[in-house]
């Protein structure tokens, strides 16, 4: 199992208990497959209530993420099991894959398109609904399509690549171009 180390140990601005938390990442490492000699850093923005989450590096795989992120959004300030199964799964993949010799061209994340990142996300949330997590498809799709079009050619993408094991770099930008070649043009 991958060694966890998540930042801040002690929290004081929201109710997260590091121990649950380091355990619940464990857990999700596990099952990603990430290699069990790796050190996994998790840095909490805890004074944030929004959401933002990144893979900051592979070297070492190192997490960012505001709060609100792991929040449960009923009651605020609270730990949630699924969203920090949710957010872990979905990071975890994406350091999985840029560990992969398939994924050597891909771009830092700072330079992916909104497209390439959507899809790339997809991709992961769709493997971390095979491991029995609990993503929302549908917010999924709807995010998808505002990246991608709302067409049948991107609902086809979308579904390829929700289902699809053992991608590389390649086949997520072929997906994107096949999105953007499905495009109608907007009225003039």
């Known amino acids: 199992m991958a060694r966890l180390v998540v930042i801040p140990e002690t929290f004081t ?3 997260f208990d590091h121990a649950r938390l380091v355990e619940l990442a ?7 497959g990430i290699p069990a000699d790796l050190e996994v850093r998790v840095e909490i923005d805890e004074g944030s209530p929004l959401g933002r989450t990144k893979l900051a590096s ?6 960012w993420m505001q709060g609100g992120a792991l929040e449960n959004p009923k009651v605020p300030r609270t730990l949630s099991d699924r969203s920090v199964r949710d957010v872990f799964a979905r990071l975890l993949f994406r350091a999985n894959d840029r560990l992969a010799p398939g994924f050597a061209e891909a771009p830092p994340d700072d330079d992916l398109t909104l497209q390439q990142h ?8 769709g493997r971390s609904e095979r491991l029995g ?22 609902d086809a993408v979308f579904d390829r690549l929700w289902s699809a094991d053992g991608l590389s770099w390649a086949d997520l930008e072929a997906a994107c171009a096949e999105t953007a070649a499905g495009r109608e043009p907007a009225p003039a």
């Open 118 to 125: 959507t899809a790339w996300d997809t991709y992961a949330v």
């Open 26 to 32: 464990e857990e999700v490492a596990g099952r990603v």
């Open 58 to 63: 592979v070297d070492p795989v190192t997490l």
């Open 133 to 154: 997590y609990n993503p929302s498809r549908q917010r999924r799709l709807y995010h998808f399509r505002n990246r991608h079009g709302f067409s049948d050619v991107a």
């Open 13 to 15: 601005m929201v109710n």
